[in-house]
Every structure is written in structure tokens, then in C-alpha cells.
């Protein structure tokens, strides 16, 4: 067993080191598409704590959490642009506002069909995951610690994350098929399409590469907003995590209408990326194998949920006569996030493709508060 911090800390970069710079191999990125990059960062780490090669606790493991997690929340909600997405326009808004709604009504309510089988306080599970199917993963990290997500209720949810989402990709991709015929039936509102077309909305203003020149100027935006969080949450909250989390996410929004910005085009995100995903690797390391038991049961409430997200979408879509490309571009926005949104987005209708681009990314910017919401919902019904 590795017991030292440092020996701890090595063990961790490597870990998510050799994941990431195999997974974006071109000869190996296939077999990282299902399950995702996400998932094998948090699940190595279990296996190497569960065959005692780490300790499951040391006091280095929320010392990683309590200052990387706030630093990593601010570094990719710099790059937010909140005046691109308001000039979406109503369309665009009001489905995606229908996509959040799903998820966040559906949670409380699959925890009402299925609470004879769920174990104990599965809620604050539902609740990290919602803010998942709002956001992205790093919301959900976020949600996670700010509730109190025991680990072994937390390691399931990944795995319906993973199963359910990627699941739900595919049967959206589908409905490229139905597109014309849906539209027709739904008397459509396709000149919604052509006005998003035309105002030139641009990708998002990001950048995968690292310019490291201004790699020092990251980490100080990036710790130095949560040392602010973690300041202001000591004086007026007593330090409760849970506000470091809503703190550090407002001053990432915050920092996004300044100069700071600027840094999302040197790499920001992609640090922040890094930042979390390492925290991801600390949290994975204290989890539990035995917890997968009870991942058929949630898979099965995972189902339900993102068919009532479905349901809800098309009653809204049906009302408001939105095209079918533009209602699974807003469900892949939440569920997948921004990642994974313009793909399906381009298979509707190509020009749609910023439009999920920066509809997932105002999912990252309302994931970590509205998942707040819905775990307080689901606490209330389960």
C-alpha cells in the first residue's frame, strides 16, 4: 500500500494522466466512447484502492476536494458567454428551459415510483446526477460534495450516467429518421432554423490547447476565486461547502464579463477540466465496489427518468411548435452537455451546431444551482 500524501497524489496524476493520454490516442479514442473517459478516471482508482495498492482514507483526499474542486468550477465558467446564449432567441430558450424542467421534475418523481427498492439515501444520489443531466460532470462533482453524496451510492450513479446517457444519444440520433415526417405532423415552426442560421453565433470561446505562458495566470484566476469562495463562505455561512460550491460558481460567471475571459482562449477550461477530473480520482479512491449491486435497480429509475424528460420535451415542443432538431439538440445539451450536444445538433440540421454548443454550455452555468434544487426535492420525497 501507498500510504504517503505525496506517494498518494503521484499515484492519482498518473492515473488520470496515462486515462487521458490514451484516450485521446486516434488508435485508442474508440474504445474510450463507451464507457467514457469520465467513467475509467473514477473507476481505476477504486480498483486500486479496493485491492489495497491506496488507502481508502487519508486526510489528503478532502484536502484535493476543498481546494481544486471550487478552482476547477471557476476555470470552466470563465469561458461562459451569457450574451450568445440570450441571442438565441425565445425558441431556443424556452426548450431548453422544458429539457432542465424534465430532469429536474423527473428526479422526485422516479424516487416516488421506486423507493420500496432504492437504498438508503439514494435522494442525494438522484440529486448529483440531476445536476449531471442539467449541466455536465463537473456539475455533478460539484452537487456531489456540496450534499454529501455517500461514495457508495455515488459510484451506481456514474454507471447510470454512463448507461442511460449514452443510451439516450443513440435514440436521438435515431430520430434524424422522423425528422420530416414529425415536423409535418408537429406543423412545425422550421423558419425558427433559419433565423438561428443567421445570426452568427460562432463556437464557443474555447480552446483544448494550453498556451503556457499564461498558465500561471490560470491557476491564479483559478485559486485565487476560491480562496475568495472559501473566504466569503467562512464569514457569512460558517464554511459550509455547499456554499463554497454556489460561491465559486457565481464568481466563474462573474469572471466571465472580464478581462479573465480572455483567458478561456489559452486554456482555462482544459485546466479546469484537469483540475476535476483529479478531483474525480480522490473521490473514486474512497468508493466502494460493493455499491454496484444496486446499479440494475437505479438503471431501471435512470430509464423512467429520462423518459419523462422526454415526454415533458415533446409536450413543450407540441405547444410551442418547435422543430424536432431543435428539441433533441436541447435534450442532448442537458443530458450530454456541450460536448457531445453539437454532434447530435449537426445530425438534425448542421447550422444547429453552435446552437447545442452553447445551449450545453448554459447547462454548465445552472447545473450546480438548479442540481442544488433538485436534491432538495428529492431529500423531500425520499
Known sequence: MIPHPFGIISALLLIEGLILRVSEHPRFEKFFRFPPTMFWIYFLPM????????????PIYPAIIMNLLPAGIILLLISSDLGAILRLGRPALLIMAAAIVGVMLGGPLVI??????????????FGALSASWIGGS????????????PDKIFFPMIVVDTVVSYSWMGVLLLGVGIQKAYDAWNRSQREVIDELAHKGLGAAFLSRDVHFNYLL????????????????????????FIWVIILASTLGVLFSFTSLKKLAVHGAPRI?????FFVLTSIGVRADLSGIF??????LAGIVWILFHAVFILIV?????????????????????PASAPIVAAAYEPVLAPVGLLLGILGNVLGTYLGLVTSWLCRRVG
Open 112 to 125: 416516488l415510483i421506486f423507493k420500496p427498492w432504492l437504498p438508503p439515501e439514494a435522494w442525494s444520489g
Open 47 to 58: 480498483l486500486a484502492s479496493n485491492f489495497g495498492i491506496l488507502p481508502r482514507e487519508s
Open 294 to 299: 444496486s446499479a440494475p435497480v437505479l438503471i
Open 317 to 337: 415542443a407540441r405547444i410551442a411548435r418547435i422543430p424536432l432538431g431543435l428539441a433533441a439538440t436541447a435534450s442532448q445539451a442537458a443530458i450530454g452537455g
Open 217 to 240: 495566470l490560470i491557476l491564479a484566476a483559478g485559486f485565487g476565486g476560491a480562496w475568495i469562495a472559501n473566504l466569503l463562505a467562512g464569514i457569512f455561512a460558517g464554511g459550509a
Open 138 to 149: 463537473s456539475n455533478m462533482i460539484a452537487v456531489k460534495e456540496a450534499i454529501g453524496t
Open 272 to 276: 479546469g477540466y484537469l483540475l476535476l
